[in-house]
């Protein structure tokens, strides 16, 4: 190999002496060939005619320097991890290049060094063959967790579907399978054609039962609406009668319930004009109750002055006396009329207390004047009497007998007896 050297190299003095024509891998000759030293001869590698001995051995030296710099590049990508496919032919490429190098150096050791590359380069390669293999398995899984997904919301039982939420989740499904196609490895692709193909097949599934389902709820929608909006039209048309509307509108009210659902925006609309026709009518009924009011307020404060005068016949024990008191308001409180329907149970409840109590006053004479009663109870007082008496002797004999269970026996019956004739009363 022939070297050219530069202008400056020329400028050199070319007279060196035999010392200088040598290094420790290769010499000059007189003629300017350059030999590199291999074991235990040596190899022309070329000459340098035209600069002196340190250039020409400059020169191939830094040739050796070129290949021991790819050398030890290669080296540390491998080393790393980050060597590529290409590195097994690098390797390759090295060492036919290292066969007869012009160059000069330690070949040898160079050559040693790249031997050892091809070692780590298949290690290394058959590393990065497995972890390729590993995140394709991981593609293949992810998007067969986005197929399953898919399938898994298109099988849904429709009435439990959430519409919205469903597509939403479809088009991440989606989104994730783009992102997937372009950012991860790739896999077979009979493999990738199946599985896209399931999940096509899922969300076009969907898509069919999603339009099925707003084409029926836009049809339903629309004859709700249709039922409902004549049932408002007759609601409105019950204004003019006011008060005497109510009975026909709650007959609407039930059409209403019965007539179906729309959409929420729709029903909510159109039940706003449902009761807004039923709120004329409520209102009329209110005025006429407030007024209605109005006029009883003058008979509660009647009625109220009527029971403060009524409510000391509580303390009458006299049957007759207290009917006659009774009477006598009765026939005012009825002569005052009506009151206020959120009085009407206080005021009744006041007066029925007076009632209750002329009406237990007359129960209780009739229970002790009753002749036929008041025979029964004679005759029991008598049979009680005597019993009585009977008891009190046994008593004493038992005391006389020193019988403490005879008298115990005894006083007990006694006891009985004298509760029952006191019942009996006078």
């Known amino acids: 190999m022939v070297g050219t050297a530069g202008p400056h190299t020329r400028q050199v003095s070319r007279t060196v002496s035999e010392a200088t024509n040598e290094t420790p891998w290769g010499r000059v000759d007189d003629d300017r060939t350059v030999y590199v030293r291999e074991g235990e001869g040596e190899r022309a590698v070329g000459s340098y005619p035209d600069g002196t001995p340190e250039e020409a051995l400059a020169y191939f030296t830094r040739k050796f320097a070129d290949l021991e710099g790819q050398v030890s590049l290669l080296e540390a990508r491998i080393a790393r991890g980050t060597a590529d496919g290409s ?84 088009e991440q499904l989606f989104t994730d399978w783009q992102t997937a196609q372009r950012s991860g490895p790739q896999i077979p692709k009979a493999q990738a054609d199946a599985l896209w193909k399931r999940f096509r097949s899922a969300r076009q599934s969907f898509d069919t039962a999603r339009r099925a389902h707003f084409a029926q709820m ?59 026709a039923g709120d004329v009518l409520y209102q009329a009924k209110a005025a006429e109750a407030a007024q209605t009011n109005e006029e009883y307020a003058a008979n509660l404060a009647q009625k109220q002055e009527i029971l403060g005068e009524a409510e000391p016949i509580l303390q009458v024990n006299e049957h007759t006396a207290a009917r006659k008191q009774l009477t006598a308001i009765q026939l005012r409180w009825d002569e005052v009329g009506r009151v206020p329907r959120e009085a009407l149970r206080d005021v009744e409840g006041r007066l029925r207390k007076i009632e209750d109590h002329v009406k237990h006053l007359e129960e209780e004479h009739w229970r002790k004047t009753n002749p036929e009663t008041k025979a029964r109870s004679e005759g029991l007082r008598g049979q009680l009497e005597n019993s009585i008496a009977e008891l009190t002797a046994e008593i004493s004999a038992a005391e006389a007998a020193g019988d403490a269970k005879a008298k115990q026996a005894a006083e007990e019956k006694l006891a009985t007896q004298q509760s029952w004739l006191a019942a009996l009363g006078d």
Request: proline share 3%; hydrophobic share 45%; glycine share 4%.
């Open 87 to 170: 590195a097994a032919e690098s390797v390759t490429k090295l060492q036919e290049q290292l066969v007869e190098p012009a160059a000069v150096g330690d070949i040898a050791g160079l050559r040693t060094r790249v031997e050892a590359l091809v070692t780590k380069t298949a290690a290394l390669s058959e590393k990065q063959q497995a972890e390729r293999e590993a995140a394709r398995q991981e593609a293949v899984a992810k998007r067969e967790a986005i197929a399953a997904e898919a399938e898994r919301l298109a099988a849904q039982p429709e009435n439990s579907i959430r519409w919205k939420d469903t597509s939403q989740a479809f």
């Open 218 to 276: 836009d049809a339903t929608n629309k004859d709700v609406k249709q039922r409902k909006e004549r049932i408002i039209a007759a609601a409105e048309a019950l204004a003019p009668k006011g008060v005497d509307g109510i009975p026909a509108y709650r007959g609407l009210l039930d059409e209403w319930k019965a007539s179906g659902r729309a959409s929420r925006k729709i029903d909510d609309q159109l039940w706003a004009r449902f009761k807004a």
